[in-house]
């Protein structure tokens, strides 16, 4: 009796431990294969869809069309994975709501300015969205949303122009960048209050949120260089030297590093946060826009504005790993709201030492309007990487791109007043205008005219300023 009982206490005891090891297999496979086979969502904002990339593949594996021919440069993604918050830029003025499984759209809500920055609450409760009123207009609004009930709570008066939003680790903060203000604004979520209006560098675009909650950093486009903030005295303690054109921001899950993408030096800036020096530039590609973190730090992924594609990065060997095709002017990319529980607090001593640098692009003929830049090619018959399908021994061909970081730029209809001025000051209005870029804030024309025969030529633009800007070729 007593061995049969002994016995049965061992079968049971090996069935329980048994089951104790499936279970903890269970945990250790769903730890392991989580972060690499999870998906993540790039938002085109040239072409109005979302990229579904497979993290384990590193490809694209579906299109979401959203049915405008914009999205919105920022994006969420819920918790558990099943929801999409998205939205449609300044041709749809919507944030949409889809179910990742079927990609059907589950709600939608209009608003009369355009959407641009979208984040979600730590806890999923509220999603954050930042409207920008358009070209020439002063203001902007932080709508906060109820995700349960998909109803707006209330709205927030930001500076003027808010572009991308992040929300503080523990949720009790949201900042917005507010490009034409060159501030940040600071709510408190708890009593959905403007706590703070803090002053910046030239055109910020993004705020990232250190790990621990106790700094912000934002990317400086025009200044070239990335704001610290202290997040309890709000105040910016100092500026550290980012790349060319510094667009996207974003701190490693360790905190231990700040990554910053560049647009115009088409590369990443690797700064040390503990020190805020600079360890390595990583070139991308071209128009390195925004950048984010696989869950455990291993990778990185930046999304490159002209070459329509994400760069993986091996964030321990700081090199490129492949390149993914996505679609029309990348951006904001959803693995951007993670906040990992695994990191090591910051605690900095400051010598009130800034670093600034400027740099010029002498290959394109460059002029700044009230609320843009233009930046125009003039494509050469003589030129080797030249692959236009007009006949420039017939044709003047230029490549124009125009950038705001607020604003519908599409909604001027430019090729109204765009003019081809010869040396006798005879303009000509383009024989064939096409938009290759749709989106609201930096879309893309190729302008083509007859040829012109005398040695200086003249772009002329109208609408961005009170008087038309000139690039001038000889």
Known sequence: MKKTLWGIILIISLIVISACSNDNKQDLSNQITDDET??????????????????????????????????????????????????????????IVIDTETKEILDEIKFEEGVHGIDLSPDGEFLYVSLNPGLGQTGGKLVIIDTKKMEVVTDINTGDAPAHV??????????????????????????????????????????AI???????????????????????????????????????????PSGEELWVS?????????????????????????????VAFSKDGKWAYVTNRQSNDVVKIDTIKKEEVTRIPVGNEPHEISLEDYVSSNFKKITYSFDNTNSNKKTEDNNKRIAEADFAV?????????????????????????????????????????????????????KVAPSEWIVKNKDAHHPQFIAVFPKNEDSQVTLEIGKLSDTPIELNWD
């Not at 992040?166 to 900042?175: H, I, R, T, Y």
């Not at 490009?179 to 993004?206: C, F, H, M, R």
């Not at 007009?390 to 909604?411: K, M, Q, R």
């Open 210 to 252: 250190s790990p621990d909650g106790k700094w912000a950093y934002v990317a400086n486009v025009e200044s070239d260089i990335v704001s610290v903030i202290d997040t309890t005295l709000l105040q910016t303690v100092k500026t550290i030297k980012a790349g060319d054109g510094p667009h996207g921001v974003t701190v490693s």
């Open 38 to 95: 999870a998906l993540f969502y790039v938002p085109n904002a040239g072409d109005g869809t979302i990229s579904v990339i497979d993290a384990s593949t590193a490809e694209t594996v579906d299109t979401i069309s959203l049915g405008t021919e914009q999205a919105s440069h920022g994006i969420a993604l819920s918790l558990d994975g099943k929801v999409l918050y998205t939205g449609t830029g300044f041709d749809g003025k919507s944030v």
């Open 374 to 426: 233009v930046k125009a090619l003039r494509l050469s018959p003589e030129d080797p990487t030249n692959d236009s399908q007009y006949n420039l021994e017939t044709n003047e061909v230029f490549e124009i791109s125009i950038e705001t970081h607020s604003g519908d730029l599409l909604s001027l209809a430019l090729e109204e007043e765009l003019f081809l001025v010869n040396g006798e000051g005879n």
């Open 262 to 290: 560049n647009n115009n030096s088409n590369d990443v800036t690797v700064v040390d946060t503990a020190t805020l020096t600079t360890k390595v530039t990583i070139p991308t590609g071209s128009y390195a826009n925004h």
């Open 166 to 207: 992040a929300v503080s680790p523990d949720g009790s903060q949201v900042w917005s960048a507010n490009v034409n203000a060159n501030s940040v604004s600071v709510i408190d979520t708890n009593t959905k209050q403007l706590i703070a209006t803090i002053k910046v560098g030239d055109v910020p675009n993004e705020v």
